[in-house]
């Protein structure tokens, strides 16, 4: 995680200049996103199956993947940059018509550069962490045992101690602790004695499930996060950020990725074997079986999934309106309050109107493609 947001600041930096004219921008914009399709192309269509690959290919497998997550990063940078100077130049006056649409050009490319450094960080660190892991696996599996157990006792504990201060100071983010024994003297030795006692009690050469155990972990999350209703979320955005339509866009953006999540997980897990085996047995490599084997049998159910969301979000924006979260919601809630009926049923009116036209937009997109 260090080294990706590391990389994102050396990045950012190092593009910095170009930011200061609109033509740079503009044409980092465009390229960059075409040279990083065709990089990551490429690198797919060279690599085969990891085990048939020697020890210096694997290194040099992880300098592309390395050269193509800064192409893609760089691009998304480009994008927020762009949005922003466009959102700047479009909102010079503020009494032009559509000014919430050239402001909101203007927040997206500000949040899409406010996340990119959490984004990269994440992203290195499973990037570093998974290539690296394969690495070291590669070594590990070619070294004497007893050596492999030293090494071992000397990474496990360490790594158990980065873990341990890790978590406590995402606990410290909130309750603010401000004390040093709690956030990371002791999370680091007790983190350092639960991993001295796993590298003395597993063998050197045994794989660790970190898929498996990644995959609990953030289905955990996703769950955790769907119990919440939207409502709630809403009423705690409204806290945070204030009135408006951002607390609700919040609220309902986060409620929606983790049901999606579900669903989208759930259904590549319930895909059949017979195509996969049938597109293997011609000699397709991974790339080629997940393209023509996997990607048909998840896109029907997908557009679904997400047409279904979408309906349920129209539904709802209205009630998250009557907490502070902004949209047709809120000026129905002012209206009532005023006692001003009539008002109040010309946006029932356009509710109901838009709800209707939703259903029957998402309803003739699921008829045509799934």
């Known amino acids: 995680m260090w080294l990706g947001l590391k990389a994102n600041q050396i990045l950012v930096n190092l593009l910095s200049p170009l930011f200061n004219s609109f033509i740079p921008t503009l044409a980092g914009t465009i390229i960059l996103p075409i040279l990083g399709f065709l990089f990551i192309k490429w690198i797919l269509s060279k690599q085969d199956e990891d085990a048939e690959l020697k020890l210096k290919d694997r290194f040099v497998n992880l300098l592309y993947t390395i050269a193509a997550a800064i192409l893609v990063f760089a691009s998304i940078l480009f994008v927020g940059k762009l949005l922003i100077q466009i959102g700047i130049y479009l909102t010079l006056d503020k009494e032009a018509p559509l000014y919430f649409i050239r402001r909101f ?210 539904r709802m924006s209205t009630i998250i309106g009557f907490v502070g979260g902004g949209g047709i919601g809120f000026v129905l809630q002012q209206n009532i309050n005023l006692l001003n009926y009539r008002a109040a049923s010309v946006n029932m009116l356009a509710i109901a109107i838009v709800v209707s036209l939703m259903d029957y937009i998402s309803s003739k997109i699921r008829e045509k493609y799934v």
Not at 222 to 228: D, F
Not at 230 to 240: D, G, P, R, T, Y
């Open 105 to 314: 050009i203007f927040q997206v490319g500000d949040i899409i550069i406010m996340l990119l450094p959490a984004i990269s960080a994440l992203v290195g660190g499973g990037l570093f962490g998974g290539l690296f892991g394969k690495f070291g696996q590669t070594i590990s599996d070619r070294i004497a045992p007893a050596t492999g157990k030293i090494i071992n006792l000397i990474i496990t504990p360490i790594a158990g101690a980065a873990i341990a201060v890790l978590i406590l100071q995402g606990v410290d983010w909130f309750y603010q602790f401000n004390n040093p024994d709690i956030t990371l003297y002791w999370p680091a030795g007790i983190g350092a004695g639960i991993g001295l006692a796993f590298a003395i009690k597993a063998s050197p050469k045994r794989s660790l499930p970190i898929g498996i155990v990644l995959y609990g972990i953030i289905r955990t999350i996703l769950n955790g996060t769907r119990s919440v209703e939207a409502l709630v979320m809403a009423i705690v955005f409204v806290a945070w950020v204030g009135l408006g339509p951002f607390a609700g866009a919040l609220a309902l953006g986060l409620h929606t990725v983790a049901a999606l999540a579900k669903l989208y997980s759930e259904q590549v897990e319930s895909i059949l074997e017979g195509p996969l085996e049938a597109i293997q047995a011609t000699g397709a490599n991974r790339l080629q079986t997940i393209v023509f084997a996997v990607v048909p049998q998840i896109i029907p159910p997908y557009i679904s999934f997400t047409m279904y969301r979408w309906d349920i979000n129209v």
